[in-house]
């Protein structure tokens, strides 16, 4: 399924933001452990700002999900990577929670 051109931008930017969190969490979690530096760090969230922008349908979010599989815990693998349903309530949830955030702000 394409993602609305006039929906894509914000799938993107919840998208990001989520796995951004993930990987920065994660980041936090091994980086003594496995000596990485800034520097990789960087590489890292650059390349997953070019797979994220570079989706375009609900296929290609589930199949960069299932790259970043190592970011996603317990019950949420499960309910949200391995299906496409999945991944579109996924991509549902996110974009709710974002409105949710937003509606607190006013």
Known sequence: MEINKTNKQ?????LHTD???????QYNAL?????????????????LH??????NSINDINDLLLEYIDL????????????QDG???YVISLLV??????????
């Open 19 to 25: 796995l951004q969190r993930l990987m920065f969490k």
């Open 31 to 47: 980086h003594e452990e496995f000596k990485m530096n800034d520097e990789d760090y960087d590489n890292t969230m650059s390349q």
């Open 50 to 55: 070019r797979d994220v922008y570079n989706c």
């Open 10 to 14: 914000a799938i993107h930017n919840v």
């Open 72 to 83: 996603f815990k317990g019950e949420k693998i499960y309910n949200h990577i391995f299906t």
């Open 87 to 89: 991944t579109m309530n």
């Open 97 to 106: 929670e974002q409105c949710e955030l937003l509606k607190c702000k006013c």
